[in-house]
Nanobody, 116 residues
Framework: QVQLVESGGGLVQAGGSLRLSCRVSESGFTLNDMSWWRRAPGKKREWVASIRRSGSTNVDDSVKGRFTIFREDAENTMYLQMNSLKPDDTAVYYC??????????WGRGTQVTVSS
C-alpha cells in the first residue's frame, strides 16, 4: 500500500518560513506527477504547486516567488519550501501522488497557520 507521510507544518509569524516534506513509502512507480494542495476552512481544496517526473515545476500565481517545490529522489521525498508566508496561506496542506495506470494518492494533511 502506497502511503504519503507528511511533516513540517506548524505555526509561524507572517513573513516567516516553513518547509513541508512528503515521503513516499515505496519507490518504483511510474509517476505522472506529484503536487501540493491546500484547503482553507470552508473552501475547496486548491492546487498550489506541482513537479513532474522530469523535474519540471509549476506553482500557482498566489505563491509565485515565495514557494518552491522540489524533490529528492534518493529519499523518495518531495518538499515545499514556503517563504514570506502570509495569513492567507493558512490552510491544511496535502501531498498528492498520481501514478500512471495505478492510482491517485493523498497524504493526511498538515496544518499551516500564519499569524498576522
Amino acid at each position: 500500500q502506497v502511503q504519503l507521510v507528511e511533516s513540517g507544518g506548524g505555526l509561524v509569524q507572517a513573513g516567516g518560513s516553513l518547509r513541508l516534506s512528503c515521503r513516499v513509502s515505496e519507490s518504483g512507480f511510474t509517476l505522472n506527477d506529484m503536487s501540493w494542495w491546500r484547503r482553507a476552512p470552508g473552501k475547496k481544496r486548491e492546487w498550489v504547486a506541482s513537479i513532474r517526473r522530469s523535474g519540471s515545476t509549476n506553482v500557482d500565481d498566489s505563491v509565485k516567488g515565495r514557494f518552491t517545490i522540489f524533490r529528492e529522489d534518493a529519499e523518495n521525498t518531495m518538499y515545499l519550501q514556503m517563504n514570506s508566508l502570509k495569513p492567507d496561506d493558512t490552510a491544511v496542506y496535502y501531498c498528492r501522488l498520481v501514478v500512471t495506470g495505478n492510482g491517485d494518492y493523498w497524504g493526511r494533511g498538515t496544518q499551516v497557520t500564519v499569524s498576522s
